[in-house]
């Protein structure tokens, strides 16, 4: 019988771990003032990333526990993204918005944000936003799940967290769909350890 050569899981975990602390090193700096740090970081993570990919490509799987002590960090890198406010984006200002002016009667392709007129309609965040001499860019479907979120929290935060929930469904399915169709669980960290998802999805910061 031939021995099993495929790198363990721990493996797998070792760079799992560079991609959660580079992750974790973005999340503790601003980006604008700290640019090598965020560049150092992301680019280390990059590295760690595909170093894990070719080490999926290399085994079979190994046991559930170890793949769901990943995912508890992947879930956990997540968190200081989450509760920090963005740096390199002002993106998710726009989304909060979009998502308050419909809930107020507003049209979002047809208001402008820096009118004069809609001022009061601001929150302190919405000031934020980038280009706010221009009408909502975005289509119908983002501008609904906008005002969905907002109907529940109107805030930043709100939409993060929003977002970092359907990061963590979008890994339910992921599993579901690469047991049904009898692959390692484990390719599931393809996603779940991407650093761009990560600094996506629960930093908006890209």
């Given at each position: 019988m031939l021995?099993?050569r495929?790198?363990?899981?721990?493996?797998?975990?070792?760079?799992?771990?560079v991609?959660?602390?580079?992750?974790l090193g973005?999340s503790?700096?601003?980006?604008?003032t700290?640019?090598r740090?965020?560049?150092?970081?992301?680019?280390l993570?990059?590295i760690a990333?595909?170093r894990?990919?070719c080490?999926?490509g290399?085994f079979?799987?190994g046991?559930?526990r170890g793949?769901a002590?990943?995912?508890?960090?992947a879930?956990a890198?997540r968190?200081p993204?989450?509760?920090s406010?963005?740096?390199?984006?002002t993106d998710?200002?726009?989304?909060?918005?979009?998502g308050?002016?419909?809930?107020?009667?507003?049209?979002p392709y047809i208001?402008?944000p820096s009118?004069?007129?809609?001022?009061?309609?601001?929150?302190?965040?919405?000031l934020?936003m980038n280009?706010?001499?221009?009408?909502t860019?975005y289509?119908a479907?983002?501008?609904?799940?906008?005002?969905?979120?907002?109907?529940?929290?109107?805030s930043?935060r709100?939409?993060k967290?929003?977002?970092?929930?359907f990061d963590?469904?979008i890994?339910?399915?992921?599993?579901w769909?690469?047991?049904?169709?009898?692959r390692?669980?484990?390719?599931v960290?393809?996603y779940?350890?991407?650093?761009?998802?990560?600094l996506e999805a629960?930093?908006?910061?890209?």
């Amino acid at each position: 019988m031939l021995k099993d050569r495929s790198p363990a899981p721990a493996k797998v975990l070792g760079w799992g771990l560079v991609v959660v602390g580079c992750i974790l090193g973005i999340s503790f700096f601003d980006s604008r003032t700290h640019a090598r740090v965020f560049v150092v970081c992301t680019a280390l993570a990059g590295i760690a990333y595909l170093r894990t990919l070719c080490l999926l490509g290399q085994f079979a799987g190994g046991n559930n526990r170890g793949l769901a002590l990943c995912l508890v960090l992947a879930g956990a890198s997540r968190v200081p993204l989450l509760l920090s406010p963005p740096t390199l984006s002002t993106d998710v200002y726009r989304y909060v918005w979009d998502g308050r002016i419909q809930r107020l009667g507003y049209d979002p392709y047809i208001v402008v944000p820096s009118n004069s007129a809609v001022r009061h309609l601001h929150t302190a965040e919405t000031l934020l936003m980038n280009h706010s001499d221009f009408p909502t860019p975005y289509p119908a479907v983002a501008e609904l799940f906008f005002r969905a979120v907002t109907m529940v929290d109107d805030s930043a935060r709100g939409m993060k967290s929003a977002a970092f929930l359907f990061d963590v469904a979008i890994v339910a399915v992921l599993l579901w769909w690469l047991s049904e169709s009898n692959r390692s669980p484990w390719w599931v960290l393809g996603y779940a350890w991407n650093p761009l998802v990560a600094l996506e999805a629960a930093g908006m910061d890209i």
